[in-house]
């Protein structure tokens, strides 16, 4: 595969175009966040808001970027986050929209501040609503609790799974039946449950009929029902006419409003990482490019989730050996041995100071990378609908040194 043959959906909003035409000038490594197709997105979430009257928030433990919240608050609901400092963000950067939070756990030292933030708190057990329910509900908040529908649709990332056996999230109906009383139902607004990833509207509908099955008789009781994030609904093939019809299914079934929060679908396919390849080794017939980008510190989930991102011009589904003619180990610099982004087969040989760019890198890099190493994290641009580059943030050695200790 050549650059001029790039046709991946992932690549779509750089118009066909090589990446060295366009981000030659960005020092590397640094991230992209593309606006145009940021608005792609989020017109096909408005789309489902609009068919259905549902409201879709945006989960920032993807996506983060609020210097993009402006443009996403003309088009969504608001904000969903899992702990105090994300509450905080949406409130101030989205602070027209709606605020939700869910944490497994919420301390007494932090709770009073979130209640500052929070519109909705969902908590994850009935001891957490009876030691705080009461308390968020006085102060006016929507007060949920997350079920667990004991329904695993998870095949390829078991780690992400939350209905697996011994799961810690949500109330499963044994544990409701066991502990929730009527004082404590009397407290809830709404029932949530997140148990996709990446997944199409098929886990939904399953799910839906198992959250059905198990905590229908008190759904009737509920103003609101959070079918929480993992819907794929930007993606290339996602059934979105199946998606809208459990929607629909559920409001008018319990006659409650209901919430989406995805985080993947707001921002998939809207970001980049430019990386330059800065030597090339070879061991045992085996050629491996150092870049200056790191898989550990700069795109985490590669080695986490695992997955293997894609590259322009490039492709990772590789048939031949190793260590073949154009085909290439891409690693990071650290010490890390592990430090391995994947393999390509290029229809080139690579060489020093070669310009490279991954796709879909808006999502859980920015929020989740790293320093290990004392390796500078990449500047973050945007990319403008006009195709222009602005600069959102920098950063340098005081960023490493402030998380380390104490400032003088």
Known sequence: MTNLKETRPVFASLGGKPPADIFASLPTPCYIIDESALIKNCEILRSVMENTNCKILLAQKAFSNYDFYPLLSKYISGTEASGLYEARLGKEKMPSREVHVFCGAYGENEFDELLLYADHIVFNSPSQLRKFGAKAKACGKSVGLRINPECSTQTDHEIYDPCAPGSRLGTTREQWDMQM???????????????????????????????????????????????????????????????????????????????????????????????????????????????????????????????????????????????????????????????????????????????????????YTTCKNNTFNGMPLPDIWKRTKEGDFIKLTSFGYKDFEYRLGRQK
């Open 181 to 363: 009383t009527e004082e404590l139902i009397s407290l809830l607004d709404g029932l949530h449950f997140h148990t996709l990833c990446e997944q199409n509207s098929n886990a939904l509908e399953a799910t839906l009929a198992s959250v059905e099955k198990l905590f229908g008789d008190t759904l009737p009781r509920m103003k609101w029902l959070n079918m929480g994030g993992g819907h794929h609904i930007t993606k290339q093939g996602y059934d979105i006419a199946l998606l809208e019809k459990c929607i629909s299914y559920a409001q008018s079934r319990w006659e409650l409003q209901v919430y989406l929060e995805p985080g993947e679908a707001v921002a998939l396919n809207a970001g980049y990482l430019a990386a330059r390849v800065l030597d090339i080794v070879e061991n045992k017939g085996i050629k491996t490019a150092i870049l200056d980008a790191s898989a550990a510190c700069h795109m985490p989930d590669v080695i986490e989730m695992p997955y293997t991102p894609p590259l322009y011009g490039a492709n990772s589904e590789i048939t031949e050996p190793i260590g073949t003619e154009h085909i290439y180990r891409l690693s990071g610099p650290t010490c890390l041995a592990g430090d391995i982004i994947g393999s390509y087969s290029f229809g080139h040989d690579l060489c020093e100071k070669e310009l490279l760019l991954f796709g879909d890198m808006a999502i």
